[in-house]
């Protein structure tokens, strides 16, 4: 089954989008015709492909998945659009492009109140809609201009209570959001079964090591975990009466936390499993390899409950694929994206990435090639360094061992820069380690999906199709706290310096220059300070200073200076790596408001 999707012509688009909804008319018409189904939808946080029996997995034990894709369809080949929590869901919810979705594009950004999602649209059509443990997020959906009410709905403790609440013949949609498998996998010990270190299967873009295959263990533990939650409630719906009239999607909202997963469009970052269910509509045991992206979820379940989707939705209705009742023309490639994930680069940066998938190529083009695609080397907010990829057991095996030449390649692979163009070839390389974008023999094939992708990024009104260094999803705010492993708490009460003196001096190529801090200022994770300059001969702004150590302050409280200083007539140049000169108080202000910084230290009058 093959795409409908831009080839280059706008025309060809709206033709697309015009077959998508005559075909979603069969399922609305079939739902109006009895009682509108439940909607239930089970994910698991970061939970890749292939992690289940279903899948072919042989490790992990996942009976609940298998039983759903046994009584339904299991769907081979599911993305997630953008390798990014909180964005990922953002796609699902709403039905559209990651790029389209302002600050719900970035990990804990915001979710703007003007976006539609597929749970208000069924709250206005008379469902009942809830979540328990993690909805949307993380990110901020709360305050003076934004609604209490996660988009995935209203928060319960568990699915129990929710169904005490929902009234009888009132049709429901409910998300469970599991935290399993998301690192740290340490929840998983009652799951454990028989799982083997020795027996799984490690990916080769990690290194096979002891450390390695227990991390992967306690991830799968986790699995189990998840798996077993999602039979206890479909045990529930069961022992209610109410199964068979309810449509159940299980899937992963990402992929793992492994190099070259979360956070990269690789298939180890987007590729997830799904199975759906829905008892007397679609024959069981059946398997699909159609190329389904997160877009299209929110489309598939309005129209299964009798409702038109939105025009403003880019994605398509699936269910002539899920129920087989009758042939439908379909896509031959989905496109994948990301922005700013943690907040881990200097200047708030994201690694822009956008991408082009089909069944046998991956094409990726990373708009901003110069930039760190694990984040900063130099630990900048959240995180710590190389920050985009989570810590786990692996992630310091790599780092720790990066010099030595067992380990060199799985870090040039998870962490070191990558070119504008990469392109893989799923047919000789399946976990896309070899970037062939430079060999001649596929010039034919990288100009063909480079034009598709240029097609779909202007159709869908990508913002990046007119700039590609369009500078908007670095400037919406990061929500997120910063590394836990780098704060620390003052003390309480105003910490003063000893002798009620703080100051730093400094020496340039051609003069000293001394820095007099008059106020410090603590923004969690680092301190950021206003200071005066004393000038000292007549290089001036001109002078670049090269300043190789952070500056050590005298405070109780024992912490460093770096990064953010508001001097007076001076130039520090683009070469200072440690501090980063601001010309104008108020923006220095603003920015430690952003952060939720305190005033710490004042020099005494």
């Known amino acids: 089954m093959k795409t409908i999707q831009p080839n280059g012509s706008r025309n060809q688009w709206l033709l697309a989008v015009a077959l998508t909804v005559l075909i979603g008319t069969v399922p609305a018409e079939a739902a109006d015709q009895g009682a509108r189904p439940n909607i239930l939808l089970l994910v698991g946080d970061n939970w890749a492909w292939p992690h289940a029996g279903a899948c072919g997995d042989r490790s992990v034990k996942t009976p609940t998945f298998d039983r759903i894709a046994k009584r339904g369809v299991l769907f081979t080949h599911t993305f997630c659009q953008v390798p990014s929590c909180s964005a990922a869901r953002a796609v699902l919810l709403t039905g559209q492009a990651s790029h389209r979705l302002e600050d719900a594009a970035n990990l804990w950004g915001l979710f703007p109140d003007h976006l539609t999602t597929y749970t208000a649209i069924l709250r206005e059509h008379g469902y009942a809609t809830g979540y328990t443990v993690k909805g949307w997020g993380p990110g901020i959906y709360r305050g003076a201009k934004h609604t209490r009410l996660n988009p995935a709905g209203t928060a319960y403790k568990s699915f129990d209570g929710f169904l005490q609440k929902v009234p009888q013949g009132k049709p429901f949609c409910f998300w469970f959001g599991s935290h399993d498998p998301h690192q740290p996998w340490n929840r998983g010990d009652d799951f454990r079964g028989d799982l083997d270190p020795d027996q799984v299967e490690v990916p080769p873009y990690v290194p096979d090591h002891p450390v390695t295959r227990q ?225 001649a023999k596929y010039a034919g094939t990288k100009q063909t999906l480079s034009d598709k992708l240029d097609a779909w990024m202007k159709a869908t009104d990508d913002p990046r199709a007119v700039d590609p260094r369009d500078p908007r999803f670095d400037r919406y705010p990061y929500f997120g706290q910063a590394a836990r492993s780098k704060r620390t708490e003052a003390a309480p009460g105003a910490p003063t310096a000893p002798g009620g003196r703080i100051s730093v001096a400094l020496e340039a190529p051609a003069a000293n220059y001394r820095i007099r801090i008059e106020e410090v200022y603590d923004v969690g994770s680092e301190l950021w300070a206003v200071s005066v300059i004393d000038r000292h001969g007549d290089i001036g702004a001109a002078v670049i200073t090269p300043i190789r150590e952070e500056i050590p302050l005298t405070l109780p409280i024992n912490r460093t200076l770096k990064q953010k200083v508001l001097g007076k007539d001076w130039n520090w140049g683009e070469e200072t790596e440690s501090l980063q000169y601001i010309d104008d108080r108020a923006a220095l202000l603003r920015m430690v408001e952003q952060q939720n910084g305190r005033r710490i230290w004042q020099r005494p009058p």
């Not at 995180?383 to 067992?406: C, E, F, H, M, S």
């Open 215 to 439: 991390a992967i263990t306690d991830y799968y533990a986790e699995v189990q975990r998840f798996d077993h939650e999602c039979g206890q409630m479909l045990t529930l719906l069961a022992e209610r009466g109410q199964l068979d009239n309810t449509l159940v999607i299980m899937l992963g909202d990402n992929g793992w936390q492994l190099p070259r997963g979360l956070a990269n469009v690789y298939d180890a970052g987007t590729r997830v499993p799904m199975a759906i269910e829905w008892p007397g509509k679609m024959e069981g045991g059946r398997t699909s390899d159609a190329l389904i992206s997160f877009e299209d979820i929110a489309p598939t379940l309005l129209t299964a409950a009798g409702i038109t989707p939105p025009a403003e939705m880019t994605g398509h209705d699936f269910l002539p694929l899920a129920t087989g009742t009758h042939d439908v023309a379909w896509r031959d490639a989905l496109f994948l994206e990301r922005e700013r994930h943690a907040n881990v680069r200097a200047r708030h940066r994201s690694y822009p990435c956008r991408a082009v998938r089909t069944d046998t190529f991956l094409y990726v083009r990373n708009l901003m090639p110069e930039l760190w695609p694990a984040g900063d080397p130099q630990w900048h907010w959240a995180v710590g360094p190389y920050g985009d990829l989570d810590n786990t057991p692996i992630k310091q095996l790599i780092l720790q061992g990066k010099n030595q030449a067992a380990f060199q390649p799985f870090f040039q692979l998870g962490f070191a820069k990558r070119p504008a163009e990469e392109l893989y070839d799923l047919g000789q390389d399946p976990h896309q380690l070899v970037n062939v974008a430079d060999q």
